[in-house]
């Protein structure tokens, strides 16, 4: 994970300081990628430690379809609180996903049988950000679209990030598509290979300088690894997914800008 450390200290070194929707403001650069060998380890940050039960929580909600979010209450996942209005965080993620535009399209299973019979298409993609629905949602996606590429028996996907809090969100997104990449190649009898992230506005909130800076002072420890027991994509528990021999630095505070 040391390109994450990389991305974050150029930012913090050549950050442009900007205003934002939140009123925080942030050292930001446009246009930056980070690519992870899921060969080489599952891509779970270790310079300060992750709640992974969230990263899993978070990805079954999300191929459930569900907008409502009582399934992440009741696992004790509080990471769309802020957002939901009545419990309900609109036609985001999920929704998109498994019924896009209301109009009954379901882009996984669609996308899973693309891969299992053309796996050369060029149209593996799943879109999250709808514009027709924006209006709808109490947070347009910033994980904004997804491709799949297949090649020599692996399969690799490619996320177009449209904005990226680099301290608290970033490494939670690079988890749970990292993870999703994972459960699709299983599910088409695919190995997992490369995760590649574009990012549109790479940001750092200024509240988190202190703590980016901490972070990036650490040296990353080795990678961990997952076990996973095959399932039907849409029924998985979090027993089934299990996080092997992750060895991480302190865990490090920092407050999220609504």
Same mark, same amino acid.
């Given at each position: 994970?040391?390109?994450?450390?990389?991305?974050?200290?150029?930012?913090?070194?050549?950050?442009?300081? $900007?205003?934002? $929707?939140?009123?925080?403001?942030?050292?930001?650069?446009?246009?930056?990628?980070?690519?992870?060998?899921?060969?080489?380890?599952? +891509?779970?940050?270790?310079?300060?430690?992750?709640?992974?039960?969230?990263?899993?929580?978070?990805?079954?909600?999300?191929?459930?379809?569900?907008?409502?979010?009582?399934?992440?209450?009741?696992?004790?996942?509080?990471?769309?609180?802020?957002?939901?209005?009545?419990?309900?965080?609109?036609?985001?993620?999920?929704?998109?996903?498994?019924?896009?535009?209301?109009?009954? *399209?379901?882009?996984?299973?669609?996308?899973?049988?693309?891969?299992?019979?053309? +796996?050369?298409?060029?149209?593996?993609?799943?879109?999250?950000?709808?514009?027709?629905?924006?209006?709808?949602?109490?947070?347009?996606?910033? +994980?904004?679209?997804?491709?799949?590429?297949?090649?020599?028996?692996?399969?690799?996907?490619?996320?177009?990030? $449209?904005?990226?809090?680099?301290?608290?969100?970033?490494?939670?997104?690079?988890?749970?598509?990292?993870?999703?990449?994972?459960?699709?190649?299983?599910?088409?009898?695919?190995?997992?290979?490369?995760?590649?992230?574009?990012?549109?506005?790479?940001?750092?909130?200024?509240?988190?300088?202190?703590?980016?800076?901490?972070?990036?002072?650490?040296? +990353?420890?080795?990678?961990?690894? *997952?076990?996973?027991?095959?399932?039907?994509?849409?029924?998985?528990?979090?027993?089934?997914?299990?996080?092997?021999?992750?060895?991480?630095?302190?865990?490090?505070?920092?407050?999220?800008? *609504?």
């Amino acid at each position: 994970m040391k390109n994450y450390l990389t991305l974050a200290n150029k930012i913090l070194v050549n950050g442009n300081e $900007r205003s934002d $929707r939140t009123g925080t403001g942030t050292l930001s650069l446009f246009g930056e990628q980070l690519k992870f060998n899921l060969e080489d380890g599952f +891509p779970l940050i270790t310079t300060k430690k992750m709640f992974f039960k969230g990263i899993i929580g978070e990805l079954i909600w999300m191929l459930s379809g569900e907008t409502n979010i009582k399934f992440l209450q009741d696992n004790n996942i509080h990471i769309w609180d802020a957002w939901s209005k009545n419990n309900d965080v609109g036609k985001v993620y999920g929704y998109q996903w498994r019924n896009f535009n209301g109009q009954n *399209i379901d882009q996984i299973k669609n996308v899973i049988e693309s891969i299992k019979n053309y +796996p050369t298409s060029r149209r593996h993609l799943v879109v999250s950000y709808n514009p027709a629905q924006i209006n709808e949602m109490s947070l347009p996606p910033c +994980p904004s679209f997804f491709q799949f590429y297949v090649n020599n028996n692996k399969l690799s996907l490619h996320l177009y990030q $449209r904005s990226a809090d680099l301290f608290l969100g970033v490494p939670f997104d690079i988890a749970v598509y990292a993870l999703l990449l994972n459960l699709i190649a299983l599910e088409c009898g695919l190995l997992p290979f490369e995760l590649i992230i574009s990012y549109g506005d790479t940001h750092i909130y200024l509240n988190h300088i202190e703590q980016m800076k901490k972070q990036v002072s650490r040296e +990353p420890y080795k990678l961990p690894n *997952i076990g996973i027991k095959k399932k039907d994509i849409f029924n998985y528990t979090f027993e089934d997914i299990q996080l092997i021999d992750y060895k991480f630095h302190n865990k490090i505070n920092g407050e999220i800008s *609504i």
